[in-house]
């Protein structure tokens, strides 16, 4: 076991394959794929040319391809090498402070230029756009991560983008604006006048906050009415993007390797999955091909209980029903997002692969409570010196469990975690957190069941 703290690769580590999970689902690959996915409308499987007026092709064909390593194309290496391969650490004093036989360790996604992990699929998806010859993006952004990965990537190869940002998080969280807006995107609070849809609703209520349901229409239907000029983008959910991030979790492979140990125990949290399935699936293919047996766990927020509380079924994959309907767990998508602080993880649905992998057995859920996950990222904080996201504090705070269970039973255990991002754009979630502003919340049982009579109804 080596004495070391930092595990660094070098440029030449760098990944030059993603992983695709798709051969490897231990269930029908048609739960996951594109023809599990249904027209909003006609409620029929879509076809591929409803998905390449939306997606790049090439974008498409990943989500379908069944080749279990895929080509990272050097024009995308080439730019994640600004910044990966990312670190892995041994969380030591941690370690000492928490007085636990357990090692720990986590990947640092923080060291992107955007301060997290959605870097990963935004430049891949950027090149596609490009190669294709497509003008630029539309997308949407809630508190704005997404939105910054996605105009880092467009200006790096010279695209528009057009991002929809949820009206309050526009109003009250500037910083991410401005950034997005720095690297030549355009932002637009949304509801907004630019589409029929946002007209719609501005002409109901002038006053509508907003909702990622709503941003995610905008953005579609500008997409779609630009006769192929913009493709819609999405961080997180699809097929490809979990392919993209692989690169966290093969990294993470080599520098446990650097680290002599094998971990018992991987852990990320969970909004539309991304981050999770890219530290953990390289993982997973070794406990599918090699007999491991290490324990994968997704990690949710009480307030938000996809995976632990949501149904196992068909529904739409935004708020307004105008997205194609997909089989995942859901709390319906009517669900009204509470206020919490781990903005990220606010998604009614879930990645079709984790699901499918959770009701299979594959990975394990759990959820975590706010006032629990702050506590968590603080005490981490104090001892490693980083601030977490409020979205990776619930990974942090997983690990931190399972680090005092092995104290209790007196057995050492390995633990990876991701840290998906830093928070040093989520002050003033902290802040409220500070001042005693945040409260327990869990997710009531009876608006999950209320939900469930909106669902799509779905003959297949
Ligand atoms: C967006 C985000 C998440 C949640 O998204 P996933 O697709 O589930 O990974 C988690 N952590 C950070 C830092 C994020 O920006």
Not at 43 to 63: C, D, S, W
Not at 358 to 385: C, W
Not at 401 to 407: D, F, G, I, T, V
Request: aromatic share 10%.
């Amino acid at each position: 076991m080596s004495e070391q703290t930092k595990f660094v690769l070098t440029e030449k580590d760098l990944p030059e394959k993603w992983y695709n999970i798709n051969p490897d689902m231990p269930v029908n690959p048609a739960e996951t794929a594109w023809n599990a996915v249904l027209h909003p409308v006609t409620k029929q499987p879509v076809t591929p040319e409803f998905l390449t007026a939306l997606f790049p092709a090439r974008f498409v064909g990943e989500a379908v391809s069944m080749d279990r390593w895929i080509e990272i194309p050097e024009e995308v290496r080439e730019i994640y090498k600004l910044w990966r391969p990312t670190p892995l650490l041994r969380a030591r004093r941690l370690e000492k402070m928490l007085d636990t036989p357990a090692h720990i360790y986590y990947k640092y996604e923080g060291v992107s230029p955007v301060g997290s992990h959605k870097p990963n699929t935004a430049v891949a998806q950027a090149f596609y756009a490009k190669e294709e010859g497509t003008l630029g993006f539309t997308t949407e952004t809630g508190a704005g991560q997404w939105g910054s990965a996605l105009s880092m990537a467009a200006n790096f190869f010279g695209l528009e983008c057009h991002v929809y940002m949820v009206k309050v998080s526009y109003g009250l969280k500037p910083y991410r604006r401005i950034i997005m807006e720095n690297y030549g995107a355009t932002v637009t609070a949304s509801p907004s006048m630019n589409t029929e849809f946002g007209r719609k609703l501005l002409a109901e209520d002038p006053d509508n906050p907003g909702s990622l349901g709503i941003a995610i229409s905008e953005a579609v239907e500008a997409a779609v009415s630009s006769n192929g000029k913009y493709k819609y983008s999405l961080g997180s959910v699809l097929g490809p993007v979990l392919t993209h991030q692989s690169v966290i979790g093969q990294e993470a492979l080599k520098q446990m390797e650097m680290a002599g140990e094998y971990p018992d125990v991987v852990i990320g949290c969970v909004g539309g999955g991304s981050n999770f399935a890219g530290i953990a699936f390289p993982f997973l293919h070794l406990n599918f091909t090699e007999g491991k047996k290490t324990r994968i766990m997704a990690v949710e927020p009480t307030a938000c209980p996809t995976l632990t509380k949501g149904q196992y079924t068909f529904d739409y994959g935004d708020t307004a029903g105008m997205a194609p309907i997909v089989k995942m767990h859901t709390l319906g998508h009517t669900f009204m997002p509470p206020d919490i602080h781990a903005g990220g993880l606010r998604y009614h649905g879930m990645a079709p692969h984790i699901c499918s992998l959770y009701d299979n057995g594959d990975i394990e859920a759990v959820a975590l409570d706010q006032l629990d996950t702050f506590e968590g990222a603080l005490q981490f904080m104090k001892a490693e010196g980083i601030l977490p996201a409020p979205e990776s504090s619930h990974a942090v705070r997983a690990a931190i469990n399972e680090a005092l269970q092995a104290k209790e039973e007196g057995r050492e255990k390995v633990i990876l975690f991701n840290l998906s991002g830093h928070g040093l754009f989520d002050l003033a979630s902290y802040a409220a957190y500070n001042q005693g502003g945040l409260r327990r919340y869990r997710y009531p049982d009876d608006k999950i069941a209320e939900a469930m009579q909106h669902l799509p109804q779905v003959n297949l």
